[in-house]
């Protein structure tokens, strides 16, 4: 029998967990674009949708847009959850279906 596992009643296609308890549960990928990231450009950047949920002020987590190369450029701050952990993971709600 398979999970399902939902932030906020969306189901969740990828978890970034950080060092300091930060949390970002990827709900859909959007479209890509070219980024400008600290001044350098990012070209064919996937723009993801999702909730995030940072450890400084986790009372004001929200969906919103986040891109991967940011994601990947804060790597190894930062790593992907393998989904057999996303139930560990806070606010992450497991069915099975």
Do not use: H
């Not at 674009?33 to 009372?59: M, T, W």
């Amino acid at each position: 029998m398979e999970e399902k596992a939902t932030i906020q009643g969306e189901p969740i296609i990828e978890v970034y967990e950080s060092y300091d308890g930060s949390y970002w549960y990827i709900t859909e990928k959007l479209y890509k674009q070219d980024s400008i990231i600290g001044g350098k450009v990012f070209k064919d950047d996937q723009i993801l949708f999702g909730y995030a949920r940072l450890s400084v002020c986790p009372e004001f987590a929200e969906f919103g847009k986040i891109s991967e190369t940011e994601l990947n450029l804060l790597k190894p701050k930062i790593w992907k959850v393998p989904k057999t952990n996303w139930g560990l993971c806070p606010e992450v709600k497991v069915q099975k279906a």
